[in-house]
């Protein structure tokens, strides 16, 4: 029959050991290098978990003229993931800027099933509004669909006069 004492040594033995695990992995990880996918070289600066990590970019120098430092995980860190620049909103890459399609598509013309209309206002690709020669007005309408729509008409026009 086994000793109650000796159960908890063993238990108390596998504990120290993953805690001594979780310190190497710190201390290799700590001070590791990798190009990111922006061409920026990261160094790790801290460890604490695999989830929270802080990176410096020693090439990159911030406002204050310090190395620019980033708080990230251990996962985009290898898959090189992490920039010095800021993300700018609605972006998935850093720094790419957002194309404004408003401008290109307010005051088009367009051939609609129900005549002449005219893009009025652009809030995204799946939202503008359509007037109609006549005056009446069209909310909310896919603006792909609405082009897709233009063109065929206009296709069947010219082979209609061929």
């Not at 029959?1 to 992995?25: F, H, L, Q, W």
């Not at 990111?36 to 604490?48: D, F, S, V």
């Amino acid at each position: 029959m086994k000793n109650n004492s000796d159960t908890t040594n063993n238990s108390s033995t596998s504990k120290s050991k993953e805690g001594s695990d979780s310190n190497k992995i710190r201390k290799d990880r700590k001070g590791r290098r990798r190009k990111m996918k922006c061409g920026k070289l990261a160094t790790i600066k801290e460890y604490k978990n695999s989830q929270e990590i802080i990176v410096v970019f020693k090439d990159c120098l911030g406002s204050d003229g310090k190395a620019i430092e980033k708080k990230s995980t251990y996962a985009n860190f290898v898959k090189g993931k992490i920039s010095p620049e800021p993300i700018v909103e609605g972006s998935l890459r850093p720094g790419k800027k957002i194309k404004n399609y408003k401008g290109d598509y307010v005051g088009k013309e367009v051939e609609t099933h129900k005549g002449h209309a005219t893009i009025i206002e652009y809030r995204n690709g799946r939202d503008i509004d359509l007037e109609l020669d006549d005056g009446t007005i069209i909310e909310h309408v896919r603006c792909h669909d609405v082009i897709k729509q233009s063109n065929r008409i206009k296709k069947r026009r010219e082979q209609s006069e061929t």
